[in-house]
Each structure stands twice: as C-alpha cells, then as structure tokens.
C-alpha cells in the first residue's frame, strides 16, 4: 500500500491539468515571500502524507501559497499547520506537534492529510473545473487507503468533496440531506463517519470563530470512534 501511494504521489507532483493553477503556483515560487526569499519553493503539486495504514483521514481545501506550496507538504510551515499540527500532537496523530520542513522528522500516527485540490489557487479559491481535475486524484488515494474509518472534513470544500466522492462510488444519490457544519457528525453508507470541522486557516483561528477547544474536541471525537 505505502509503495502505491508513492507511485501515485509521483503523478500527483507532475500534475499539469489545470493551467491557472501551475501558472500561479510557479509565478509564486518565483516571486515568494519577504520572510521566505532565500528558500527554495516546492511550487508544484503537493502530495498527500501520513500513515498508510491511517484509520483518520483528514481532507483539506487546498495547499496555502507560502506555506504547503513552498515546503511541499500538507499544512506545513503555516499559520494553519502551527494551529493543527500540536492537537494532532496532543491526540496521538502526530510524532510531533511543529512541522516547519519536509526533513524535520514529523510522521503521522493513523492519520493521513490530503486535500481537495493539490496546487495553491489564487485567493484558496479553486474553479469547480480545478476540483474536477483533481477528483481522480482523491478516487485512487480513498482506494488505497482502505482502513479509513473516520473522515475529518476541513471546511466546506473538502466537506463537499468527500460527498461528491460518494456519489461518484455510487455511494450516495443526493447530497442534500448533509449539511456543512462544524462538529457535524454523519454515518456514511459505506460505514465511515464523516466529521465537519471549521478549517484551520488563519482567517477562522484569528478571529476566534474556530478555537483550539473546538478544533480538538473534533479529533478526540474521530480518536474515539477510530480506536473505539
């Protein structure tokens, strides 16, 4: 399993479907930021990462433009990942609670990180055609990680995403009936459970609509039912 999600993770990170995407990705590698101007930017496609045998899946919105698109990994060396990664930590999901760098020696314990679509999109707001391209993508990561028993949607995107995953399985007919909230709860036909969270993004964590209370009694909730 772990040598298929490496094989697709290469295909991932040589993904060129969506021109808006790799034209602004790449133009912000180039340009970076003031603080970052001596690293050297991922600027491509950012794969998945974690635990292969992960019970906890944890599907996001897309890489940030300084943070995941510059390091090449998910929610790593953000305002996003410094909220997430210490209850990740505190849950027993994370070896560590910072991750500043792709060599810093993070791993993930029975949990994977992926997102709905895998290049930065200018103001984190991708087409539905970007979304599309990418959907494949999410299909063959799901196939492989086949021991998922709790899904940890962050933000309205990756809530939709996993439902239109669903329907593509032929798992779900509508969509309707689930409602995007956070600490919503929902029991999949396929017998996973569907959690809702806020994202982590700064925009939410700054202005307290998402508290680090909220966000970890979210993944004590998907703990429990993974391990219970």
């Not at 007919?173 to 995007?180: A, I, L, N, V």
């Not at 806020?198 to 391990?227: C, D």
Request: hydrophobic letters at 40%; one cysteine or more.
């Amino acid at each position: 399993m772990a040598s298929a999600l490496a094989v697709l993770n290469k295909v991932i990170v040589n993904c060129t479907r969506c021109p808006r995407l790799v034209a602004y990705r790449e133009q912000i590698g180039r340009e970076k930021r003031r603080a970052y101007r001596d690293h050297e930017y991922w600027a491509r496609p950012v794969p998945g990462f974690g635990d292969p045998q992960a019970r906890v899946l944890v599907l996001g919105l897309a890489p940030g433009a300084h943070g995941s698109n510059r390091t090449g990994r998910p929610f790593t060396g953000d305002a996003s990942g410094k909220f997430m990664y210490p209850i990740l930590f505190k849950m027993g999901f994370a070896s560590q609670p910072n991750a500043e760098h792709r060599g810093d020696g993070l791993r993930l314990i029975d949990c994977y990180i992926t997102a709905a679509v895998r290049c930065a999109p200018p103001e984190n707001k991708p087409m539905l055609s970007e979304l599309a391209n990418c959907a494949p993508y999410l299909d063959r990561e799901l196939a492989l990680l086949n021991r998922v028993k709790v899904v940890v949607a962050l933000g309205r995107i990756g809530f939709d995403s996993y439902l239109k995953y669903l329907r593509r399985k032929h798992l779900l007919e509508r969509t309707t009936e689930y409602k995007f909230a956070h600490a919503a709860r929902y029991a999949m036909p396929d017998g996973v459970v569907l959690l809702a969270s806020y994202h982590p993004s700064n925009q939410n964590t700054a202005t307290g609509k998402l508290t680090a209370a909220m966000f970890e009694a979210v993944f004590r909730e998907a703990r429990s039912i993974a391990r219970g």
